[in-house]
C-alpha cells in the first residue's frame, strides 16, 4: 500500500518526516529517477534515492535510549562550535540516532533519541499532545492568579506561550524560591523559561522528568538506558 513519501522514508532510514519533507523541498530526494515531490505517495515498488542513494527496503529494528542530559551539553548530533553534544555521551554503535525534540543547553534531563523517524514525529507534533513535565527551581512563590493566567496563556514576542498545569512542591521562605512542577503537551524554545520570567518568577534552575509514560528513576547526569517503544502504547 502507498504512503506519503516522507513516512514511508522515515520507516526505514530512522529520519523525521520533517527532515525528509527538507530534503524533497531541496530537490534531494528522486522517485524512479524523477525529482520528488512533497506528499508524493509511494511504495516498495518505487525506487528512491537520497542524494543518489538508494533508500533500501528492508525490516529494522529500532533503538529507543533515554538519556539523563546534563547541563550545558547541546542536543544536537553536530556542534560547529566544536562543544560538547549529547552524542558524546553515548557509544559510537549508536552514533545514528536522533534526538526526539530539544532541551536547552541549561536545561537537563530526559531526553529520547531513536531511530524510529516516525516515532519521533509523533513525539515531537504538537497535534499528539504528549505529556512532558518539568522540575523548576525558582524566585519567589506563585499565586494562584499567576498561575491561572500561565494556563491561559502569555502573548509573548507576539506568540501565546501557556502551560497546562502548575503544582507547587515546597516554598522556601527563608530563601524565597519555589520548587514547582510544571505541565505541558507541546513545546517551544524556552517556553517555560520565558513565562515564568514573564509572571516575576525567573528559573533558577529547569529539568525534564518525564515524556509521556517514560519516567526518569535513579539515573545521574550522564547516564542512558534502552527502553521499549511499548511503553507509549497507551498513548500512540
Given amino acids: 500500500m502507498k504512503e506519503r513519501i516522507n513516512k514511508f522514508i522515515s520507516n526505514y532510514t530512522g529520519l523525521s518526516r520533517r527532515k525528509i519533507d527538507e530534503l524533497v523541498g531541496e530537490h534531494r530526494i528522486s522517485v524512479n529517477g524523477k525529482l520528488a515531490k512533497l ?32 547541563k ?49 514525529n509523533y513525539l515531537t507534533h504538537p497535534k499528539n499532545k504528549v505529556s512532558k513535565i518539568y522540575h523548576a527551581f525558582v524566585f ?14 502569555i502573548y509573548i514576542d507576539n506568540t501565546l506561550l501557556k502551560v497546562d498545569k502548575i503544582i507547587e512542591k515546597h516554598y522556601y521562605e527563608s530563601k524565597g524560591k519555589s520548587d514547582i512542577e510544571v505541565y505541558i503537551t507541546h513545546g517551544k524554545n524556552h517556553e517555560i523559561k520565558n513565562v515564568l520570567k514573564a509572571v516575576g518568577h525567573p528559573v533558577i534552575s529547569l529539568k525534564r522528568i518525564s515524556i509521556g ?18 511503553i507509549f502504547k497507551n498513548e500512540i
Fill in 213 to 230: 509514560n517514560l519516567k526518569m528513576y535513579g539515573m545521574v547526569p550522564g547516564e542512558f538506558r534502552i527502553f521499549s517503544r511499548e
Fill in 140 to 153: 519567589g512563590k506563585l499565586t494562584g492568579g499567576e498561575i491561572d493566567r500561565l494556563k491561559k496563556g
Fill in 39 to 70: 506528499g508524493q505517495m509511494v511504495d516498495e515498488e518505487d525506487i528512491l534515492e537520497i542524494d543518489g542513494e538508494k533508500v533500501l527496503y528492508r525490516k529494522k529494528f529500532y533503538t529507543y535510549i533515554v538519556l539523563n542530559k546534563p
Fill in 72 to 120: 550545558g551539553v547541546i542536543t544536537t548530533r553536530h556542534d560547529d562550535k566544536g562543544r560538547e553534544t549529547v552524542m558524546n555521551l553515548l557509544p559510537s554503535k549508536y552514533k545514528n540516532l536522533r534526538p526526539a525534540g530539544r532541551l536547552d543547553c541549561n536545561t537537563e534531563g530526559l531526553l529520547i533519541l531513536t531511530d524510529d523517524g516516525d516515532f519521533i
